[in-house]
């Protein structure tokens, strides 16, 4: 089975930073496409970013762009989420997936085929 663990999460001030990662087991890392999902309490779970298997496309939700970078390395099958300038309205359990289908549905949740525990992100005001 593939298995997803997601590390960084923590709790800051508003406009401080935090880097998320995402660890993939398994020899078949490069071949998924990974995205990072958030999920607040009460509330549906939202599409943050995204990156194809070589990295070359990335995509972002309004929200995330122009504060957040997502990243790969297929060598260490990680994937990051580097969030800087981070707001209140940031706050939730953030979770990595990989998606294993050549035709990448990157923000359609039901598209990815596994989802990591979580990390939960909390930005005070």
């Known amino acids: 089975q593939v298995q997803l663990v997601e590390s960084g999460g923590g709790l800051v001030q508003a406009g401080e930073s935090l880097r998320l990662s995402c660890v993939v087991s398994?020899?078949?890392?490069?071949?998924?496409?990974m995205g990072w999902w958030r999920q607040a309490p009460g509330k549906q779970r939202e599409f943050v970013a995204a990156?194809?298997?070589?990295?070359?496309?990335?995509y972002y939700s309004n929200s995330a762009k122009g504060r957040f970078t997502i990243s790969r390395d297929n060598a260490k099958n990680t994937v990051s989420l580097r969030m800087n300038s981070l707001k209140p309205e940031d706050t939730a359990k953030y979770y990595c997936?990989?998606?294993?289908?050549?035709?990448?549905?990157?923000?359609?949740?039901?598209?990815?085929?596994?989802w990591g525990q979580g990390t939960q992100v909390t930005v005070s005001s």
């Open positions: 997936a990989a998606e294993t289908s050549l035709l990448f549905r990157w923000d359609d949740s039901s598209a990815y085929d596994y």
């Open positions: 398994g020899r078949a890392f490069s071949s998924y496409s």
């Open positions: 990156i194809t298997r070589a990295g070359g496309n990335v």
